[in-house]
C-alpha cells in the first residue's frame, strides 16, 4: 500500500532564505508526482508536476525533484517570501493520487 | 478562462439527511475527481470520472457517490450523514483521463458541516 510521508510538518524561517521539504513515499510504481500549494480556507494550486520519467522541474523559485529509486522527492524554494507561506502539499499518482500530510511553511518578514 | 467552480461554498447539514454537491470543470476539461479533507485524515480520494463514467473510486463507503454529466459537470452526494462527514470537499479539473496525468486545477471547494 502506497504511503506518503511529508517532513517536517511545520517550519518557520525567516524572508529571503533557500528552504527544502521533503516528501517519501513508499511505492516507487509511480506514474507522477505532484507539488501542490494550500493556502487556508481554500483549495489547493498545482506547483509542479513531476513524470515518473523525469528527474526535475522548474518554475521561477521552485525547483522540484523526484528519485523513484529512493522513494523520495523534494521541492526547493529559493529567496524565500512571506507570500510563499502555505501548506505545501505532495501527491503521488499510481492509479489514483495519494496525498502526503503537507508541510505548513511559515516565511517570517 | 473561469476557472473551476463549486457550489454551494459553505452548508450545514445535521446527522441523517443528505447533501449534493456540484463541481463544474474548466471548459473542455473532460476528467473531474473529488477529495475530501479533514484536519484527521488529511486529503483522500473520493472518486474521478471521464465522459460520465467513473474511473476509479477511494475507498469511501457507499453512502458517497457521484456521477457526471454529458457536460462534464460532476456531482458528488453523500446520504445519512454523519458527524465525521464533516468536511472540506474539493474538487479537481484536468484534460487527460487520469486525473494525475496532467495539471489538476482545483476548485474553492464545499465546506460542509454536519451538526
Known amino acids: 500500500k502506497q504511503e506518503v510521508t511529508q517532513i517536517p510538518a511545520a517550519l518557520s524561517v525567516p524572508e529571503g532564505e533557500n528552504l527544502v521539504l521533503n516528501c517519501s513515499f513508499t511505492?516507487?510504481?509511480?506514474?507522477?508526482l505532484q507539488w501542490f500549494r494550500q493556502d487556508p480556507g481554500k483549495g489547493l494550486t498545482s506547483l509542479l508536476l513531476?513524470?515518473?520519467s523525469q528527474r526535475e522541474q522548474t518554475s521561477g523559485r521552485l525547483n522540484a525533484s523526484l528519485d523513484k529509486s529512493s522513494g523520495r522527492s523534494t521541492l526547493y524554494i529559493a529567496a524565500s517570501q512571506p507570500g510563499d507561506s502555505a501548506t505545501y502539499l505532495c501527491a503521488v499518482i499510481a492509479g489514483q493520487l495519494i496525498w502526503g500530510a503537507g508541510t505548513k511553511l511559515i516565511i517570517k518578514p | 478562462k473561469a476557472g473551476v467552480t463549486q457550489t454551494p461554498r459553505y452548508l450545514i447539514k445535521t446527522r441523517g439527511q443528505q447533501v449534493t454537491l456540484s463541481c463544474s470543470p474548466i471548459?473542455?476539461?473532460?476528467?473531474v475527481s473529488w477529495y475530501q479533507q479533514t484536519p484527521g485524515q488529511g486529503l483522500q480520494f473520493l472518486f474521478e470520472?471521464?465522459?460520465?463514467?467513473?474511473?476509479n473510486k477511494g475507498n469511501f463507503p457507499g453512502r458517497f457517490s457521484g456521477r457526471q454529466f454529458s457536460n462534464s459537470r460532476s456531482e458528488m452526494n453523500v446520504s445519512t450523514l454523519e458527524l465525521g462527514d464533516s468536511a472540506l470537499y474539493l474538487c479537481?479539473?484536468?484534460?487527460?483521463?487520469?486525473?494525475?496525468?496532467?495539471?489538476?486545477?482545483f476548485g474553492a471547494g464545499s465546506r460542509l458541516t454536519v451538526l
Open positions: 470520472y471521464f465522459s460520465e463514467t467513473q474511473r
Open positions: 511505492d516507487s510504481a509511480i506514474y507522477n
Open positions: 471548459s473542455g476539461h473532460r476528467s
Open positions: 479537481a479539473s484536468s484534460t487527460y483521463r487520469e486525473a494525475g496525468a496532467n495539471v489538476l486545477t
Open positions: 513531476i513524470q515518473s
